[in-house]
Structure formats: structure tokens, C-alpha cells
Nanobody
Framework: VQLVESGGGLVQPGGSLRLSCEVS????????MAWYRQGAGKQREWVAT???????NYTVPVKGRFTISRDTPGNTVYLQMNSLKPEDTAVYYC???????????????????WGQGTQVTVSL
């Protein structure tokens, strides 16, 4: 699975951005899609997930401000980001997730090729 992120930019605190992720390749393997981000000098962290059944989940710092969605064919995933804060500054990545057995429990893990990401900078 190949992924191409877009939509980042420079925005003032309190502003909004909408990120897009174009998905191609073996999309039949995809059980869910997720957004991640990596700030300067930090490890990549998970931001949000949307399952094939359109169930969503968010990391606590973005809950209520960010919304993950997908188009009907499932080839594009979006991240609507509102009320942006300086601490949201990061490179944002998307990835495709597959279900696997983690000690007998179903879990999700990314399996796509990481793209270049899209830079989001929140600053005055």
C-alpha cells in the first residue's frame, strides 16, 4: 500500500487545516486507516484511527478538535483539524492498518509504506 499525504501548511493558533491521504495498492488488505504525527525531536505518535466500519478513535490531546473521515470508495482519508495549537506542530503521516493477533487479542498495526508526510506548523 502506498500513501501520499497533503494539505499541511502554516496556520495561526485557533485556525483549521484539512489533511488528505491518498491510498493506492493492495487496499483489500486494509482493515482501518490512521493518522500519526512526529514533532521535531520526538517519536512518531498515533493521532486517530477510522475502521472499515467507520468507527473512530482519537488520542486524548486532539479529541474534540480533530475529525478523521474517509470517502466512500475508501481511497482517501481526511483529518480535519480545528482549534489548532502550537503543540500540534508536526509532520503528519497516514498509514493503513491490518488486524493481527496480539497474544490472542485482535489488534491493529500499520503495514503500508510510510510516505513523506505533510508539515503542519501552528504559529503566530
Amino acid at each position: 500500500v502506498q500513501l501520499v499525504e497533503s494539505g499541511g501548511g502554516l496556520v495561526q493558533p485557533g485556525g483549521s487545516l484539512r489533511l488528505s491521504c491518498e491510498v493506492s495498492g493492495s487496499i483489500f488488505r486494509i482493515d482501518a486507516m490512521a493518522w500519526y504525527r512526529q514533532g521535531a525531536g520526538k517519536q512518531r505518535e498515533w493521532v486517530a484511527t477510522i475502521t472499515s466500519g467507520s468507527d473512530t478513535n482519537y488520542t486524548v490531546p486532539v479529541k474534540g478538535r480533530f475529525t478523521i473521515s474517509r470517502d466512500t470508495p475508501g481511497n482517501t482519508v481526511y483529518l480535519q483539524m480545528n482549534s489548532l495549537k502550537p503543540e500540534d506542530t508536526a509532520v503528519y503521516y497516514c498509514n493503513a492498518l491490518e488486524v493481527y493477533s496480539d497474544n490472542g487479542l485482535p489488534s491493529l498495526r500499520p503495514f503500508g509504506s510510510w510516505g513523506q508526510g505533510t508539515q503542519v506548523t501552528v504559529s503566530l
